[in-house]
């Protein structure tokens, strides 16, 4: 199984600021990987699929980059609503896998 | 609008099982795989089993495929999941979520429900 590790566990910023979060994948994965944003209460949502792709109705400031083992995802300037937990997720070995979250939060 | 509608919070002793419903709507249930992952307090999320909601055909991790099974009602447009022999370690969030593309790209999850809380205690 696929183990991705993310980081860092936290993230602390101001509003405005650019957010870059790391995932790294165990194996070799391609561009197998999705991103999604998690708050409490809410339904989870779909950033970013295969690795740079944003979703239907994710803003312009978020992105994805990468290929293999390391990946990226970069919020250019935060707004008071992405601060939240994120997730990687692979899908390129069965079973799929997720991260184990960076938190992003308000300082 | 494509929704994902779970069914509320559950508790169970040790031992009992559970079956989460989520009701879809706003699109061709029949095109698309549903899948269910969970998520413990302070655990990351976990792919537990998906269900290709055309032929039927169900997918289980290898961690749960002795407890769990995954149906639909397709007139419904519901997908459900049961959990059985369950214990404490089962306390978690269990999201339904509708799988991009099946074909092209499984395991892809575009789209989720609200959660359904499942506590286990005695």
């Known amino acids: 199984e696929i183990v991705l590790t993310q980081s860092p566990a936290t993230l602390s910023l101001f509003p405005g600021e650019r957010a870059t979060l790391s995932c790294w994948a165990s194996q070799n994965i391609r561009t197998s990987l999705a991103w999604y944003q998690f708050k409490p209460g809410q339904a989870p949502r779909l950033l970013i699929f295969a690795t740079s792709n944003r979703a239907t109705g994710i803003p312009a400031r978020f992105s994805g980059s990468g290929s293999g083992t390391d990946f990226t995802l970069t919020i250019s300037s935060l707004e008071p609503e992405d601060f939240a937990v994120y997730y990687c997720q692979q899908r390129s070995d069965w079973p799929p896998s997720f991260g184990q979250g960076t938190k992003v939060e308000i300082k | 609008q494509i929704h994902l509608m779970q069914s509320g919070a559950e508790v169970r002793k040790p031992g009992a099982s559970v079956k989460v419903s989520c009701k879809t709507s706003g699109y061709s249930f029949s095109n698309y795989a549903m899948h269910w992952v969970r998520q413990a307090p302070g655990r990351r999320p976990e792919w537990m089993a998906g269900?290709?909601?055309?032929?039927?055909?169900?997918y289980y991790s290898l961690k749960y495929q002795d407890r769990v099974t995954v149906t639909r009602d397709t007139p419904a447009s519901t997908v459900y999941l049961e959990l059985s022999s369950l214990r404490a370690e089962d306390t978690a969030v269990y999201y339904c979520?509708?799988?991009?593309?099946?074909?092209?790209?499984?395991?892809?999850?575009?789209?989720w429900g609200q959660g359904s809380l499942v506590t286990v205690s005695s």
């Open positions: 269900i290709n909601v055309g032929n039927g055909n169900t």
């Open positions: 979520t509708r799988d991009f593309d099946i074909v092209a790209a499984p395991y892809t999850f575009d789209h």
